[in-house]
């Protein structure tokens, strides 16, 4: 049920597809869209709150944040290729395998890309890297269950 979308697609189409919000979406732009594969990228907000608190003297992303991008990215993906009804959304349901390789500084852009390596509704497994530059920052196995909003 692949949708034809118009690349790259910003984040307020993206806004269409996923619940989250400021401060808490951090995908920019989509460049890539395959059936099971999404490319995005975020960059990273140099006067982001975390940054004040994370390793002050040398500030990086938060591996929790870095983790949260690749997961937004496979609820993404989710969402523009198979399509959610509107009482339903992707949510974390496991994180597996996560290893960082670098950090991530204030001011760059994280391009993630994440395959769907099997579906078993209401769950997904997803493998996803994050790279800086083509550099691997980070790479993660992870799931996630399709869910229903509270009435």
Do not use: W
């Given at each position: ?43 990273v907000d140099p006067k982001a709150a975390y ?101």
């Amino acid at each position: 049920m692949l949708e034809t979308h118009t690349l790259p697609l910003d984040q307020t189409y993206v806004k269409d597809y996923l619940p989250h919000r400021d401060p808490m979406l951090f995908i920019d732009r989509v460049t890539a869209l395959g059936e099971d594969t999404i490319t995005i990228e975020s960059d990273v907000d140099p006067k982001a709150a975390y940054f004040k608190g994370h390793f002050p003297g040398m500030p990086i992303m938060p591996g929790v944040l870095i983790v949260e991008t690749v997961a937004q990215a496979g609820a993404l993906l989710v969402s523009l290729t198979r399509g959610l009804s509107d009482d339903k959304f992707i949510a974390f349901s496991n994180v597996d395998a996560v290893k960082f390789r670098r950090p991530v500084e204030p001011g760059e852009m994280l391009t993630i890309d994440v395959e769907i390596e099997k579906i078993r509704l209401p769950f997904y497994k997803f493998t996803g890297t994050a790279k800086v530059d083509g550099k691997v920052a980070a790479s993660l196995k992870f799931a996630a269950a399709e869910m229903s909003y509270k009435k």
